[in-house]
């Protein structure tokens, strides 16, 4: 039978409370001696808290949700990855859920999350959620738990919010086809009025319109994140007779890939790609793709920081963090002496 807290305040003739409060290192008016006595009690007998007990008093589970849209997705899994490791050097658990890129699984998670009693929530909001603003809204604005929108975030809604630069990503990616001689540049952005994808669509636009270059409607093709849509945008590249492209994420630069190596389209030698995320060079064999780096890992520890500083310091001024992508140069840029169509 497992020693409680109940077995330990006995054993002192103090209340549980007192004990709860000793063990936590919280303060109370309770003599040196006897604070001393508690510990060795439970010390000999092995004592570990029960964390159901402990939040009884403390109010607190030294837990965190995370809500993630696609944990098949490597920049997804080395975002949790980042949090969870960073969240343990202070103590936290993280309890780790999938929406599968749909906002009602994000409204249910966040009840399923709360009903587990989590001290604080991480969030990177679905895909659908951008259609459905005022609902997932309306929700975090409910919470009495501090929270922090990650990556993906709602620009008019005042929260935590730790995200990258999109729009200067798209254009690092971009201008650096144009510097290679390109001209004809399609562009493979997630749904259209997803946050991430307008601003990395503004960020194409503005690489090209600063350049002159046309963009001609077939350059644009709507995917949604995933690697099946890459891979049936394949389709309409191969048609559309650009010599380059600019992938708005990794999933989709993956089955974008799948489809031109089926049809004998080597990259850079027909088609130049730079892609966005810079997590697929560890798995390529016969190529390595130019990409936008997000520093995933500096994404989670400042999003666990901005937690913890409201948490333990009771920082309440929301925090809105925009970091600084970076251009990976690899090998899947061609140079191009552009001739113009006759
Ligand atoms: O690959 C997943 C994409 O969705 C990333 O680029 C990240 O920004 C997320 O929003």
């Known amino acids: 039978m497992s020693f409680k807290l109940k077995d330990i305040a006995k054993e002192a003739n103090v209340s549980i409370s007192a004990v709860s409060l000793v063990l936590n290192d919280k303060p109370c008016r309770i003599s040196e001696e006897k604070k001393a006595l508690i510990k060795k009690i439970a010390e000999d007998n092995n004592y570990t808290p029960n964390i159901n007990a402990r939040s009884l008093i403390t109010k607190e589970t030294k837990t965190f ?19 969870e490791n960073y969240c343990r050097q202070f103590g936290y658990t993280l309890i780790i859920v999938n929406s599968n890129d749909e906002y009602t699984q994000d409204l249910n998670l966040i009840d399923l999350l709360l009903s587990r009693g ?24 409910k919470l009495t738990i501090p929270y922090v929108m990650i990556d993906r975030i709602f620009p008019d809604f005042d929260c935590n919010k730790v995200y990258f630069d999109n729009v200067k990503g798209a254009y690092l990616a971009t201008k650096n086809l144009i510097n290679h001689g390109h001209r004809r540049i399609s562009c493979i952005i997630n749904s259209i009025n997803s ?11 503005k690489a090209m319109e600063e350049h002159g270059l046309s963009i001609e409607s077939d350059f644009i093709i709507e995917g949604d994140y995933h690697i099946k849509s890459g891979y049936a945008a394949g ?26 190596r089926e049809e004998n389209i080597r990259v850079p030698e027909d088609l130049s790609i730079v892609s966005y995320d810079n997590l697929l060079n560890d798995f390529l064999i016969d190529m ?19 937690m913890l500083n409201h948490i333990q310091n009771k920082e309440l001024e929301c925090k809105n963090i925009c970091l600084d992508p970076e251009l990976i140069i690899k090998n899947s840029i061609k140079d191009i002496v552009y001739k113009e169509q006759p």
């Open 65 to 83: 949700g995370l809500i993630i849209p696609d944990i098949e997705n490597i920049f997804f899994s080395r975002l949790t990855k980042a949090i």
């Open 118 to 141: 989590i001290d604080g929530l991480f969030i990177t909001i679905s895909n659908s959620a951008y259609n459905h603003q005022e609902d997932i809204c309306s929700k975090l604005n």
């Open 195 to 205: 946050q991430n994808s307008i601003s990395r669509f503004e960020g194409y636009k």
């Open 288 to 306: 390595q793709i130019t990409s936008i780096d997000q520093k995933v890992s500096e994404l989670g520890t400042v999003a666990c920081d901005v």
């Open 235 to 260: 389709d309409m590249i191969i048609k559309n007779n650009t010599t380059a492209v600019f992938v708005s994420n990794d999933m989709m630069a993956l089955g974008l890939l799948k489809r031109l």
